[in-house]
């Protein structure tokens, strides 16, 4: 785009109920921000529920807390942060235009995101099925029922099964809807890497690069909350 | 969409409703007006279908033994009386509609700040209608409109899924509009358009959206919890397997309480721009009645646990929320006291907008006394889960949301279809409404005081006269509910044609054509003056 006249540009940029394109990026990136307002109180949901039935039911939430492998959980926390780190380097090459490095941070973010989905199926959610320690029996035919070792050191820790079916429960509510929102993340990010190839940005306009820069920060914000409250509050063994 | 008897004088011009024609220009249109009367149409459906099973509860309750159907059918009318009404209906009412209309207009822009994302907050309302609806069709669900666990996670036999499904996602339609107000309100004012010279009603959906933002989602998760718990039986709500229900009516009402403030802040923004208009004089009180609106919407955050007296919280919990509930009489006095003062010495005339504000104002005033009878922990014991309680919230609800709606809708229609409706008629109908909503809330009311208790089927012979007359002004007020809905019709194609300002009112969106064309202005107005710069001489 360097190559055009930076006027047409933004008549093509600017959306008709906006003035400049000031006006259209001020909102654009208030209109983010007060999204995730509502996406915080959407977790603040369950982190309140999550807290009160820890409150309630200490021993078993640390039992349960034992059943997760937070070596796993740590690795999957750092390639998170790296991809924040990508993320605002995207939003670095889209301000300056630098189209190709935008490019290839936007690939970076999405390889890190996938990269975490998958090693929290394949290392986490498989094996937790293996070993019946997802709940819900009714719908997926599946009761959750340790066995064997994990049975063993769940009764040595004086842990109610129930309880520890509940905080297997808000584990998968909690990173299912994380996971989710990644999940989203990452098909928005595709949606980003083709508009960059096409060179549809230029430090005019990169708004759709900074708010989904914002959403995919607060992704990763939220499994800074959930690492410890779900891997750690057992202690590491 | 016919024009062959269109005037000449409307369709001599462009604006929004000629400017393209056939289903998909509607469909797939992002122009904020357009998407205003979508919404309008699909509420007001969904406004009669909750209606009628109003009308069935109503006929079964004359005779004490039941008149109509069985018990198990009688839970599912007032569970879909209660659910469309409110997540269908009175949520979006006002924001959806006539925000939709009036907001760009009123702070002088050309459309919303995300026309798209307008037009996919109508396509997310029908999803979640279209799935409550075929909840209905399938069977209807029983669990009363606040799904309370465990029943409605472990025991009810009846479609609790797909209706929660419903409400689910047609809350996130709720948060869209609410995200779009926000934005649109703080960056696209017209020049000159300062926050103190914003319209009240500007100020009224800004609160509004404030709490649609922050409370909404907390529902959504609640509500996607109890899903959860009923799909795959785990404890999160259900007591028998380890959960809390208390924990589910807290997180419920976080959002269910201040969501009656979403219902009832709009019309209290609508009410200010009737009265300064019908009075010729500027409104009193402005900047107390804009600080009320955000002081209404902080404390409607704060005081959920008064649905909860009796329901298992600590006394200790139970005092502080009744003090705080209490605190929301001040704000919502301080409204009532302005707009009182701003009649006072005013220019009055009765047209018909006018008439359903005056019953805003007392019908509004006491559904909020009777409030206080309910924030009074001791008095809350003796009535709670009875009839009174249905006549305040209704007396709040319809005596005052619906009221204010009908008093805005007949305000704006010359400005909505160009057009103006039969006056008397419409002074006819607002009249009926009234008395038909008096003769149908009073006496529960009474019913209420008297013991009789709410979602029963049946009730003691000695209720009967008092029912009897709750039915026959359910009757009345059904019919004043119909007549608008015909004359309104009619007038869209034989009403006189309005002209930009037949109130000659003051604001923003009487100084463009009626209807307005699809930008809205032909230039962006720039402000000069406050709001409501109504002088006595010129009446």
Known sequence: ?237 | MSTATIEPSLESRVHYLNVSYGIKSWLLTTDHKRIALLYLASITLMFFVGGAAAVLIRLHLIEPTGALVQPETYNKLFSMHGIIMVFFFLIPSIPATLGNFLVPMMVGARDLAFPRINLLSWYVYMVGALLTLSAILAGGVDTGWTFYPPYSSNYSQTHVILAALGVFIAGFSSILTGFNFIVTIHKMRAPGLTWFRLPLFIWALYATSIIQILGTPVVAITIALLGLERLFHVGIFDPKIGGDPILFQHLFWFYSHPAVYIMILPPMGVISELVTCFSRKRIFGYSFIAFSSLSIAVISFLVWGHHMFVSGQSVYAGLVFSVLSFLVAIPSAIKVFNWTATLYKGSISYDAPMLYAMGFIGLFTMGGVTGLFLASLAVDVHVHDTYFVIAHFHYIMVGGAVMAYLGGIHFWWPKITGRLYPDKWARFAALVIFIGFNLTFFPQYMLGYLGMPRRYAVYPAEFQVLNVMSSAGASILGVGYLIPLVYLIWSMRYGPVAGPNPWRAKGLEWETPSPPPTENFEETPVVTEEAYAYSTEEA
């Open chain 1, 1 to 237: 785009m360097a190559d055009h006249p930076a006027q047409a540009v933004q008549v093509h940029a600017l959306a008709h109920q906006f003035d400049d394109l000031d006006q259209q990026h001020e909102a654009s990136n208030f209109g983010m921000w007060i999204f995730l307002a509502t996406e915080i109180m959407f977790f603040g949901g369950m982190f309140a529920g999550y807290t009160i039935f820890r409150h309630e039911y200490f021993t078993s939430f640390a039992a349960g807390s034992h059943l997760l492998n937070w070596r796993i959980g740590a690795t999957n926390t750092a390639v998170l942060i790296c991809s924040s780190l990508t993320m605002a380097l995207a939003v670095h090459a889209a301000q300056l235009g630098k189209r190709m490095q935008l490019v290839t941070f936007l690939i970076l973010t999405i390889v890190l995101g996938l990269a975490f989905i998958g090693i929290k199926l394949t290392f986490e959610w498989s094996r937790d099925w293996n070993e019946y320690l997802v709940p819900g029996q009714l719908v997926l035919g599946h009761a959750f029922a340790p066995q064997g070792e994990i049975l063993k050191q769940l009764q040595e820790a004086h842990a109610s099964l129930p309880k520890v079916e509940m905080f297997m429960f808000f584990y998968f509510a909690m990173t299912g809807f994380h996971a989710l929102h990644m999940v989203v993340g990452v098909g928005l990010l595709l949606a980003l890497t083709i508009m960059a190839w096409q060179g549809r940005f230029s430090p005019q306009r990169f708004n759709p690069v900074e708010g989904i820069g914002l959403y995919w920060h607060f992704v990763d914000i939220v499994w800074i909350f959930l690492f410890p409250l779900l891997y750690l509050i057992g202690g590491i063994s």
